[in-house]
């Protein structure tokens, strides 16, 4: 399974049933800052929740169709970042991501989806990486704009969170972008 140090305080690990806890206290700790974003983010998030989201995400692994990790930060969890599909047919993923309220502001989550789509491009191969996110959440925003991704548009409603519809913004990057972006 996809892991990697980032840096000495940043680590991306591989999703793990014995941090289902550590993962549901930061969810319900964090309830107020991921609930206007994430629909899975309700009072009732549970352990059993944190379970059965890891649970999926090793299936998902095993099936080569995409992970979740954890985000570590000085060795708390921090958060979680993945693909949350890769359709090897079009070589393309999307990346979805979660950064808990006290951990953001540090790059955390820009130097993750850095190493999500280096991966996606050297290991993996694939052709283009695909980020959505709501179109009010600037924070979320703001890490496939400083990576240099492509705005490609707004899909109207696309997203169902608690009680609305919520319209997404789209972001590419396609290989031959991103390597010649870094090789500057």
């Known amino acids: 399974m996809f892991s990697r140090r980032i ?4 680590e991306l690990r591989p ?3 014995r941090l289902a806890e550590e993962l549901t206290g ?11 974003w994430m629909p899975w983010a309700t009072e009732r998030y549970s352990v059993e929740d944190a379970r059965e989201f890891i649970r999926r ?9 995409g992970f979740a990790t954890l985000i570590f930060f000085r060795g708390r ?8 599909n890769i359709d090897w047919s079009n070589r393309k993923t999307d990346i979805g991501y979660w950064l808990g309220a006290d951990f953001q ?6 130097r993750s989806c850095r190493a999500l789509v280096e991966h996606a491009f050297k290991e993996l191969r694939l052709n283009r990486v695909e980020i959505y996110c709501a179109v009010e959440n600037v924070r979320s925003r703001r890490i496939p704009e ?3 991704f492509t705005q490609e548009g707004t899909h109207r409603q696309a997203e169902w969170v608690h009680d609305h519809f919520k ?8 290989a031959r972008e991103w390597k010649s972006q870094n090789e500057k």
């Open 7 to 10: 840096d000495d305080d940043l």
């Open 15 to 17: 999703v793990d049933e």
């Open 26 to 36: 930061l969810v319900r700790r964090d309830l107020a800052h991921l609930r206007p």
């Open 57 to 65: 995400q090793l299936r998902q692994y095993a099936e080569d169709m």
């Open 77 to 84: 969890v921090a958060g979680s970042i993945g693909y949350n």
């Open 105 to 110: 502001g540090r790059g955390l989550m820009t």
């Open 146 to 148: 400083r990576l240099g």
């Open 167 to 174: 319209d997404l913004v789209s972001y590419s990057m396609l």
